[in-house]
């Protein structure tokens, strides 16, 4: 069973309680990454998916990005992404990165 959302599902049981770490949600994909890496972490409406370990890199290479681009942990910036699968992989890496960001409603389109 899933928990699904705007067309973005997280399998459950999640492997990891935040409430019990303490940690942060970049954290927690990381130990994630590191213990169960090819457990599922998230799920497409249209089946995609994305193991902790391919979601662990995709955000360090997109923080890496934003920190090329010379954003700077405590900046903030508005994020506009109209899919809701993009929109989540972008708060997590501007999260891994220390960046604040305030989303901006867009229209949504087909996965």
Do not use: K
């Not at 501007?94 to 409603?105: D, H, K, Y």
Request: net charge positive.
């Amino acid at each position: 069973m899933s928990y699904s959302a705007d067309a973005v599902s997280v399998p459950s049981p999640c492997p990891f309680n935040l409430a019990q770490t303490r940690m942060n949600i970049t954290t927690s994909i990381r130990t994630a990454a590191q213990t169960r890496p090819d457990a599922l972490a998230l799920i497409r409406a249209d089946g995609l998916t994305l193991t902790y370990h391919e979601l662990d890199r995709t955000l360090d290479v997109i923080a890496a990005r934003l920190s090329a681009a010379g954003l700077q942990p405590r900046d903030v910036v508005l994020v506009g992404v109209a899919r809701p699968y993009r929109h989540l992989i972008l708060a997590l890496a501007l999260a891994r990165a220390g960046i604040t960001f305030a989303p901006l409603a867009l229209p949504t389109t087909s996965a």
